[in-house]
């Protein structure tokens, strides 16, 4: 199913000069992606503190595309730069693992959002990450099916962010919303298991 990842090539390469500039600094993969995960749960325990201000809400958006580009980064100097290691591969999914749970955890501070729904969106979130990575023992590399990936889910959770900071009335749709997403986490999840199941098929 379609997803924003799709885009990730072009998002890559408008990212890939300064790749290769981080990379002629002396800059490594392991850095940036550990730089990602610091300032992710940085935003999230800001907003957590602090759910009654409205502006910090727009943090949650800015630093969701941060990262975003900061995980394309990473990746190129991984591969391009001849950084890649095994060590890597475990910091960058447990960075994004930790980075998921805190920036979608923070949203329970907020009383519109039943605690419950945001913490089964954190946990089928999760899941559907390690069914992505379940794709390589599977045989088909790391599955990024969705429809709903990271770049997805950071959309989605940016655009709550962004309500919550401009006051939009929102409190008849807002106990529906985590529950809606980690309905399509599961989906997500449900795809990319049948996607490792398809060549043994």
Not at 20 to 30: F, I
Not at 48 to 62: D, E, H, T
């Amino acid at each position: 199913m379609p997803t924003l990842y799709d885009l990730k090539p072009a998002f890559q390469g408008m990212l890939r000069p300064l790749a290769n500039r981080l990379a002629g600094a002396g800059a490594t993969a392991n850095q940036v992606t550990v730089a990602a995960a610091l300032m992710s749960v940085a935003a999230a325990a800001l907003v957590a503190l602090f759910p009654g201000n409205p502006m910090l809400w727009l943090l949650i958006p800015i630093v969701l595309f941060l990262r975003m580009a900061l995980n394309a980064i990473d990746g190129m100097l991984a591969r391009e730069h001849g950084q890649a290691s095994t060590f890597g591969m475990y910091l960058n999914e447990l960075c994004d693992v930790v980075s998921d749970l805190a920036l979608i955890l923070a949203f329970a501070a907020v009383p519109l959002f039943p605690g419950w729904g945001v913490v089964a969106f954190a946990i089928t979130a999760i899941v559907a990450e390690f069914a992505g990575v379940l794709g390589i023992p599977a045989g088909i590399g790391r599955n990024y099916a969705g429809p709903f990936g990271k770049s997805d889910r950071a959309f989605a959770l940016g655009l709550v962010a962004v309500l919550l900071a401009v006051n939009l009335p929102i409190e008849a749709i807002a106990p529906y919303i985590f529950p809606a997403l980690a309905l399509l986490s599961l989906l997500t999840v449900a795809n990319r298991v049948r996607a490792g199941l398809r060549p043994a098929a």
